[in-house]
């Protein structure tokens, strides 16, 4: 599957902004998907992951009450809506596609295709 991220930019504190990730191929509904972020200088990180049918999502606590992704198995994307964005929220944003039989997976290591990265900045 290849993935297509969008919908990154420069944006104020207390802003929003909706990320969308798009797929390609017919099997998109059998991955797990997951957003993550790498700001200058740091590792990559986990930021939320969504099941294949939508049902079970998982969040790093840093964002939880401000984040929600959500899927469109229809449509073939998974979208992320980041809301009252903080400076620390500042990095490249990652969409990626997890191919297991197992539960969701919240480690980079478990996903197996990734989108190319859009950057979202917050300024403060």
């Known amino acids: 599957v290849q993935l297509q991220a969008s919908g990154g930019g420069l944006v104020q504190a207390g802003g929003s902004l909706r990320l969308s990730c798009a797929a390609s191929?017919?099997?998109?509904?059998?991955?797990?998907m997951g957003w993550f972020r790498q700001a200058p200088g740091k590792e990559r990180e986990f930021v939320a992951a969504i099941s294949r049918g939508g049902s079970r999502t998982y969040y790093t606590g840093s964002v939880k009450g401000r984040f929600t992704i959500s899927r469109d198995n229809a449509k073939n994307t998974v979208s992320l809506e980041m809301n009252s964005l903080k400076p620390e929220d500042t990095a490249v944003y990652y969409c990626?596609?997890?191919?297991?039989?197992?539960?969701?997976?919240?480690?980079?290591?478990?996903?197996?295709?990734w989108g190319q990265g859009t950057q979202v900045t917050v300024s403060s």
């Open positions: 990626a596609a997890d191919r297991t039989i197992a539960d969701v997976a919240t480690t980079e290591r478990s996903y197996d295709y």
């Open positions: 191929g017919r099997t998109f509904s059998a991955y797990h």
